[in-house]
């Protein structure tokens, strides 16, 4: 996700398919680094969309001179690629061995019985994507959680739990 | 718009004796992810807002990490021609105050300061200097030279610190085999973990003469604990840019790629911008300074993978495919990223090259032990006092990075250290006498790899710890060897019951089993070192191991109220 996105919500999965194929074209065509591949087009559709939309396998497909089968196979390889449209917020609550050590375990409970989910996925409301990070790249701040890929260092369970349910606008 | 390096080097001069000495002051805001992480947001902002409402003339600028991580956010403040005096854990409240009576007070808010660097012999009373802090002191900053001080987005400041000038001097009075020699030289090993020789890598590189040959550097970074890649790119990205010209240059190479996981946004951004620059300078592209050498350079993306660290996963990354390992032999240096000629090299590694080549091999050969030559930029992180990134001399003990750099621990008494990854292994408090260098810690059992140590108090259940490791390493094997993806997922299970309180005499021995099937039949280190986390834990702690391999026992750690929040997953 790129600076631009920061601090604002998903939105943009509405539209028509062919709305969607054009800003699936837009975004395939708009990427200005010299090399263009499957990985790097569907890269540059989730920045835009924030999930792969369907028509956008094949779109990536034609663009890269490949075939539905290997984007697919590429798309479903990488763990931050989805699917669906994500919530409002993307909660990343870390579970990396520094913040595991530094009680994870409890922040991931306490934000799970805040927002009423035991796995990853979204809230009823669609305001919350809970994900389970491996690393946010800020252990000298563990535990960390992140929205919308901003990250928060030295939560606890308490802060955690009030951070979401900001996030659920209670 | 190309210049020739004594115009960049001037203007670049200019430029500083403005920001230090001139007629504002100049606020520095720690803006790297980890002051991000701890709020430098409002801190800056706060620092705008007072400067605005003050009617404080002031240069306010966003500038990396210095590594103390626990002292963040930090704001610091240079009158002209005065002392930088570093104010620490500061309060987005407090900011207004502190430059009412600093800035336009002319006097520093001793209470609140944690130290200061004088100017020339120019220093406030009651404020330790930096260079005395004992986390400070020992460090001897060579990657990180920069990392905190600069505005990591103005090539310009970069320059003024000594930036480009290695490059200038390599193609203006060096071949391309000198530039090699002066690596071969140093004994530079590589830092991303295998510890290889450099200089001999960039030997198997430089003879080709195939028209298209590529440098490629490894920021993928996924090692839970380190963050001394991502570190350096957001704190001084023109560091890693001018190694990466100078490995070009040596090699006979003419295309480099920074290989970044999406969306770590600090880092990319800085590279992206650093990269931008040279091309603007005249510094990459076609005809560097004017000379015959040209390289282009360009930032390359992964997805969420672990296994794309390695490197050729790495190459098909680039490519754009799975980030699965290939069978080696052929090795990059002959049939690399889309068939041609390749080297790879971590972040770290390739930081040093131009101070390598600004002073010469031999002098970096006289920092660090017999060894390992030069520093180590090792990230601290767990129960300890003082988390964060620091670059030290190599042969320093465990315990006197433990101790005097990271303060001791925080709980009674360390119990277990988790070093080089998730893939590394543990180490006991018996092996903490241990010098930090390659061939040391790999002694000991454990491995300096990138650099995390992470640290465990105490209250550490070391079955508990492993799991979180080995369910790491099961959730990111690429699946493309079965041993590694279902040997680690039969190892998550085995470790699941024994966290439970359910394990069966003979889990250890079936573990050991399905570790060494997993050394022989992958084809990476994921596969080959997955039983690492479990054999090191063995030596320093089998007891709390052993007398889980039966039934009847009480759950632990993290499993201790019956929940366990985890993920596993197999790639398709």
Request: contains cysteine; charged residues 20%.
């Amino acid at each position: 996700m790129t600076t631009a996105h920061h601090g604002t919500s998903h939105t943009g999965h509405g539209g028509g398919h062919g709305a969607n194929r054009d800003r699936i074209k837009v975004a395939l065509t708009g990427q200005k680094q010299p090399t263009k591949t499957v990985l790097s087009s569907l890269l540059a559709i989730q920045d835009e969309f924030h999930y792969i939309p369907n028509e956008a396998i094949e779109e990536t497909a034609q663009f890269c001179n490949s075939t539905a089968n290997e984007v697919w196979s590429v798309a479903s390889f990488y763990t931050n690629f989805r699917f669906t449209p994500p919530g409002e917020y993307t909660l990343d609550v870390c579970w990396g061995p520094s913040c595991h050590l530094m009680g994870a375990q409890k922040i991931l409970k306490a934000v799970q019985d805040k927002i009423g989910l035991d796995k990853e996925g979204e809230t009823p409301d669609k305001k919350i994507t809970l994900r389970y990070n491996t690393c946010l790249g800020s252990c000298g701040l563990a535990p960390c959680i992140a929205v919308n890929h901003h990250v928060t260092g030295r939560v606890t369970a308490e802060s955690a739990a009030q951070l979401a349910s900001k996030l659920l606008g209670q | 718009m190309p210049a020739t390096f004594e115009q960049i080097a001037e203007q670049a001069k200019a430029r500083w004796q403005a920001l230090t000495a001139g007629k504002r002051p100049w606020i520095r805001v720690g803006y790297a992810i980890s002051g991000q992480a701890a709020g430098a947001d409002g801190v800056f902002d706060a620092a705008i807002a007072a400067c605005n409402q003050q009617g404080i003339e002031a240069e306010v600028t966003k500038v990396g990490s210095l590594g103390l991580n626990y002292l963040e956010p930090i704001l610091d403040v240079t009158l002209p021609n005065g002392p930088r005096v570093f104010y620490a854990n500061v309060n987005p409240d407090e900011v207004a105050g502190i430059l009412t009576q600093h800035v336009r007070g002319g006097k520093p808010v001793t209470a609140r300061a944690f130290a200061q660097q004088p100017a020339g012999a120019t220093a406030f009373d009651g404020i330790p200097k930096l260079a005395d802090l004992p986390e400070w002191k020992m460090q001897v900053r060579l990657a990180m030279r920069n990392c905190g001080n600069i505005d990591p987005h103005d090539i310009y400041q970069y320059v003024a610190s000594g930036g480009y000038s290695a490059l200038n001097k390599a193609l203006t009075s060096m071949t391309s085999d000198q530039v090699l020699n002066e690596v071969k030289g140093s004994a530079l090993r590589g830092r991303g973990g295998a510890a290889f020789p450099t200089g001999v890598k960039w030997s198997f590189l430089a003879p080709s003469k195939a028209p298209l040959k590529y440098v490629l550097v490894n920021c993928e970074e996924g090692d839970p604990g380190a963050f001394n890649d991502k570190g350096i790119l957001e704190s001084d990205p023109h560091t890693l840019i001018e190694g990466l010209l100078l490995a070009g240059y040596a090699t006979n190479s003419n295309y480099g790629y920074v290989f970044i996981r999406h969306g770590h946004d600090l880092p990319v951004n800085a590279t992206r911008r650093a990269i931008q620059q040279c091309y603007e300078l005249g510094l990459a592209g076609k005809n560097i300074l004017g000379t015959n050498f040209s390289f282009d350079i360009e930032v390359a993306f992964t997805g969420d993978s672990y296994v794309a660290g390695e490197e050729t996963a790495l190459m098909e990354a680039i490519e754009g495919k799975r980030s699965a390992p290939r069978f080696k032999p052929p090795f990059p240096a002959a049939f690399g990223l889309w068939g041609r000629p390749s080297n790879i090299n971590n972040v770290k590694t390739i930081a040093y090259v131009p101070q390598i080549v600004q002073n010469g091999g031999a002098w970096f050969k006289s920092i660090g032990t017999q060894s390992s030559s030069g520093t180590a930029i090792v990230c601290l992180t767990g129960h300890i006092k003082r988390p964060g990134m620091y670059e030290i001399p190599m042969g320093l003990t465990i315990r006197q990075v433990l101790e005097d750099i990271g303060g001791g621990v925080v709980g009674q008494k360390i119990k277990l250290l988790q070093t080089g990854g998730p893939l590394g292994g543990v180490l006991g408090p018996e092996a903490f006498d241990t010098p930090i260098d390659f061939d040391a810690m790999s002694k000991a059992g454990a491995i300096l790899g990138s650099g995390g140590i992470i640290v465990g108090n105490e209250t550490v259940e070391v079955v508990d710890l492993i799991r979180n490791l080995v369910a790491f390493c099961q959730f990111e094997s690429c699946g493309k060897c079965f041993p590694c993806r279902l040997g680690n997922t039969h190892m998550v299970e085995v470790l699941d019951r024994m966290c439970r309180g359910t394990g069966r005499t003979g889990d250890l021995d079936l573990m050991a089993r399905i570790g060494s099937a997993m050394k022989v039949g992958s084809l990476c280190g994921h596969g080959q070192l997955g039983y690492n986390p479990i054999s090191s834990a063995l030596k320093f702690f089998g007891e709390e191991f052993k007398s889980r391999g039966q039934t009847g026992q009480k759950p632990l750690g993290s499993f201790h109220d019956g929940s366990m929040i985890l993920p596993t997953r197999t790639r398709p």
